[in-house]
């Protein structure tokens, strides 16, 4: 099916553990983005993409590596999970209507 | 640095009733959106404004644009239940750019 796939749903990791949450779209869109979401925050912007083997920060990248070999995939990786990283993680491409989202990875760091 | 702001946050009203939510941004941009999230699920466009007065309408849920005074509002007309969820505005950071700040977000239920 067409669309933005996130993989895993839901993911329970350590302290300092290393985890690569997965996004893939199935369009060609160029922009592709990370987002957490965290109650009483919003979404709030960690990593974009506006092609591939071009990445820039946003607005919280701290503790955040991204990665984009190919168009279709942009994976984030916690290089040493924190508890504060425990958030759902939403990943999104652009069109001109606006993003489409992917069903977000439940994070939870303990 | 652009930031965007909803309110209220929380919204709690019967049916049959009409509302309005606010988002105010700080600079100037050239695209707004509004967006719907139900509980646990992803988010879900509702519309794109693109200029000053700009207005679209979806059922019960009308969306309008400021652009000088940096203000778009969400207006809901006589409210059902189906309507709970969590409203977002999203505004772009800068012209020709699909980078979005997003609003916290205005959670809305709708009492029977």
């Known amino acids: 099916d067409a669309g933005i796939t996130q993989s895993p749903r839901y993911k329970i990791t350590e302290t300092g553990r290393q985890v690569t949450l997965m996004c893939h779209q199935t369009?060609?869109?160029?922009?592709m983005f990370w987002y957490r979401q965290d109650l009483g925050h919003g979404l709030r912007l960690i990593y974009y993409?506006?092609?591939?083997?071009?990445?820039d920060k946003g607005e919280v990248p701290d503790g955040y590596v991204v990665s984009r070999s190919k168009t279709e995939n942009f994976p984030l990786t916690l290089e040493s999970a924190t508890r504060s990283q425990t958030s759902v993680y939403f990943c999104?491409?652009?069109?001109?209507?606006?993003?489409?989202f992917g069903s977000g990875t439940r994070l939870t760091v303990v | 640095e652009l930031k965007v702001e909803q309110n209220p946050l929380f919204l709690s009203m019967q049916e049959g009733k009409n509302y309005t939510i606010y988002c105010n941004y700080s600079?100037?941009?050239?695209?707004l959106y509004w967006y719907r999230q139900d509980p646990g699920k992803s988010l879900e466009s509702l519309f794109v404004?693109?200029?000053?007065?700009a207005v679209k309408q979806e059922g019960r849920l009308m969306a309008s644009l400021d652009t000088k005074a940096r203000l778009s509002t969400l207006h809901i007309t006589a409210a059902v239940h189906d309507l709970s969820a969590t409203y977002f505005c999203?505004?772009?950071?800068?012209?020709?750019?699909?980078?979005?700040?997003f609003g916290t977000g205005t959670r809305l239920k709708v009492l029977a």
């Open positions: 993409s506006a092609a591939a083997d071009i990445t």
């Open positions: 404004l693109l200029s000053n007065g």
């Open positions: 999104a491409s652009s069109a001109p209507y606006g993003y489409t």
């Open positions: 369009w060609s869109h160029s922009y």
């Open positions: 600079t100037t941009s050239d695209r």
């Open positions: 999203a505004v772009a950071v800068t012209s020709g750019t699909y980078k979005y700040i």
